[in-house]
């Protein structure tokens, strides 16, 4: 059994996604970043870095994995699936793993920051991000033209770029022209494994209501401002 501290952020869903398209089991333990609980002595003992998400393998006796993508190599290996056993295939998928891990994580996080959070709007950082996460997806989307996924089969790299990519509207990146990459998201979208690993630990879709200006996602601005700031 796998425990799971997460959060409903695109990284949460790299881990939730993965242990559900790997078949193993977990417990869910919801991370309230807002009030700290990402800071607290108990947890930065499973992550010394005081960031969602991470996992405890009790199989192992009670072995913390921290970092996302550290996480879901492990949780791949662990089931024998999403990863190639080859040193080639492996090698595939670990580089569009780290291509999101070093790239659009960072850029649309950042764009996150500016675009919704920050109290003053500076427009240079915000024209910044965004337009470096629509270059980032112009290389997935040229990627995705010939290649039903990014590398080989459906593995750990789609999952962790798809979880980021989703979010586009939330971090006001363009997508315009980029058929291929909305085609590869709306396939993954429809992988039932997948939209039950969205709902952990919550539904994020229902919490915000249709649109970005809703109540729901007023709340999480008003928490990730906390977060940010801090």
Not at 22 to 32: M, N, Q, T
């Amino acid at each position: 059994m796998i425990d799971l501290y997460t959060s409903a952020t695109p990284n949460g869903w790299k881990a939730s996604v993965t242990l559900e398209e790997c078949g193993l089991p977990y417990e869910v333990h919801a991370i309230d970043m807002g009030k700290g609980e990402q800071k607290t002595p108990e947890f930065l003992k499973i992550n010394p870095n005081g960031r969602i998400p991470a996992i405890v393998d009790r199989d192992l006796g009670d072995f913390p994995i921290f970092e996302s993508g550290a996480l879901m190599i492990y949780c791949a290996e662990k089931s024998g699936k999403l990863m190639p056993s080859d040193v080639k295939g492996r090698s595939q998928v670990v580089q569009w793993l780290m291509f999101q891990m070093g790239g659009i994580g960072p850029m649309m996080g950042q764009a996150n920051v500016f675009f919704r959070y920050w109290p003053e709007k500076y427009q240079p950082a915000i024209d910044r991000y965004q337009h470096e996460s629509r270059r980032l997806f112009e290389v997935l989307n040229n990627r995705l033209k010939d290649n039903e996924w990014l590398a080989g089969d459906f593995s750990i790299a789609d999952i962790a770029n798809f979880c980021w990519v989703r979010t586009y509207f939330w971090s006001g990146v363009n997508v315009e022209g980029l058929d291929p990459l909305m085609r590869w998201v709306e396939r993954i979208n429809e992988r039932p494994l997948t939209q039950a690993g969205l709902k952990v630990p919550i539904d994020r879709s229902k919490l915000m209501g249709a649109t970005t200006d809703s109540e729901g996602a007023k709340r999480m601005v008003e928490s990730a401002q906390k977060i940010v700031q801090h």
